[in-house]
């Protein structure tokens, strides 16, 4: 069942590739994906037991079959764009998913690694990179109860060893080099600090937003130290304006406190890079404002195409925000009109409009340099 769901997924993303990666036609060797629901492509699907899980309908009812994948989505979610846009026919897979079904894991690694340094274009061979992302987590390794950061990144770790056995040193390295380190995270580590402190005085918030900030920058640090060069960052969206906020405020607006704290994080993530930039000379990134696409969508949904920015498609009770997703929720019909999946999460439609605004969109949604200059410096 999951081998048929993947492969569904990934037959949708060799037809998005034809229509789509011949005209970008960019080329990286590899990316490597970290971070949260927002990036996460089925990892969590082998944490058994895990509350965070989408590896059930209606999640995935917009890819061929309406299998659910383990994709918090309808569809597809930014980071399959983004492999499509830098001229891949398939989204990174899941690391747990290359590991699963060898008992001491090391199996699947060397497929992945075999995959990964292929020289061919086409079919399989085509998938390059490893997913390490993990619904629920955050920056601060404390928030959620699944994959933590530190974790992601000992299983790029190990990845790692395996490229470095089978290339070389100097070969690891130089794919490292070129390849792209796609991060999405922060929105966890938000809404877990705005739940236990509804009324934050700025003491609080300025403590916070430097924890993380000082967290990323270690993880940042790590990814580097493993050879890591090419940085595509993905901020923390307007968490005030999902619709499980709006659903508890009595006005259904937006939570602009939690806005605020986002922000600001944002701030402090825009500063960071911009001084690791300077210190490290021989490293790139660029930074794709998930917070500005969302706000730009709900100040102006038609000329996006979309007609809901405020309801969830799928779930239930006011703006179907005050339950989760589940088999037995409704679920909207025109899912390419709203901006939210369900209670947190983004349509593929709203994905689709990121990974475009990030990969070659104008510097309101990404800087200093676009996803696609990254993937060409
Ligand atoms: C893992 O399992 C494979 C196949 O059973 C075996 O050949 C390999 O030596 C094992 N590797 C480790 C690190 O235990
Ligand atoms: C991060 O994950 C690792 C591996 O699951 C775990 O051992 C560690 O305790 C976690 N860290 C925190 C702070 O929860
Ligand atoms: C990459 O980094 C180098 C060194 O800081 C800088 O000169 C160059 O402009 C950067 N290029 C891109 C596309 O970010």
């Not at 937003?209 to 493993?226: F, I």
Request: proline content about 5%; charged content about 15%.
């Amino acid at each position: 069942m999951a081998v048929l769901r993947r492969a569904s997924a990934a037959l949708w993303l060799l037809v998005v590739a034809v229509t789509s990666s011949a005209a970008y036609g960019t080329k990286v060797p590899a990316i490597f994906v970290f971070g949260d629901s927002t990036a996460d492509v089925g990892n969590n699907n082998y944490l058994p037991g895990s509350s965070a899980r989408a590896d059930f309908p209606h999640n995935g009812v917009d890819l061929p079959g309406g299998e659910p994948t383990g994709r918090f989505s309808n569809g597809l979610i930014g980071a399959d764009y983004l492999a499509v846009y830098m001229g891949f026919s398939w989204s990174p897979p899941p690391y747990l998913s290359l590991v699963a079904g060898s008992s001491n894991g090391s199996g699947g690694i060397s497929e992945a690694v075999s995959i990964t340094t292929k020289k061919t274009i086409g079919s399989a061979a085509s998938l390059r990179g490893a997913n390490f992302a993990s619904g629920g987590s955050g920056v601060l390794d404390s928030t959620g109860a699944t994959i933590n950061m530190t974790k992601q990144i000992e299983y790029f770790s190990d990845l790692r060893n395996q490229m470095t056995a089978r290339l070389s040193a100097d070969g690891a390295s130089a794919l490292l080099s070129k390849s792209i380190f796609l991060i999405s995270a922060g929105s966890n580590d938000a809404f877990d600090f705005f739940s236990q402190n509804t009324l934050p005085d700025s003491t609080a918030i300025q403590q916070f937003c430097e924890a993380v900030v000082s967290t990323y920058d270690s993880h940042v640090k790590t990814l580097y130290n493993l050879g890591a060069r090419k940085f595509a960052v993905v901020d923390v969206p307007m968490i005030g304006c999902c619709p499980y906020w709006r659903s508890r405020n009595p006005t259904g607006e937006c939570v602009e406190p939690l806005n605020h704290l986002a922000s600001k994080l944002n701030g402090g993530i825009r500063d960071l890079f911009g001084d690791l930039g300077s210190e490290m000379q021989d490293m790139n990134y660029s930074i794709g404002s998930s917070y500005e696409l969302v706000s730009s969508l709900i100040e102006d949904p038609q000329t996006a195409g979309l007609t809901e920015v405020k309801s969830a498609c799928c779930g239930g009770g006011r703006l179907n925000a005050e339950e989760g997703c589940t088999p037995s929720s409704s679920y909207c019909g025109d899912r390419s009109k709203f901006l939210f999946w369900d209670l947190f999460h983004p349509t593929q439609a709203t994905s689709r409009l990121a990974g475009r605004a990030f990969f070659d969109g104008p510097a309101r949604f990404v800087g200093p340099v676009t996803f696609r200059q990254l993937a060409e410096a």
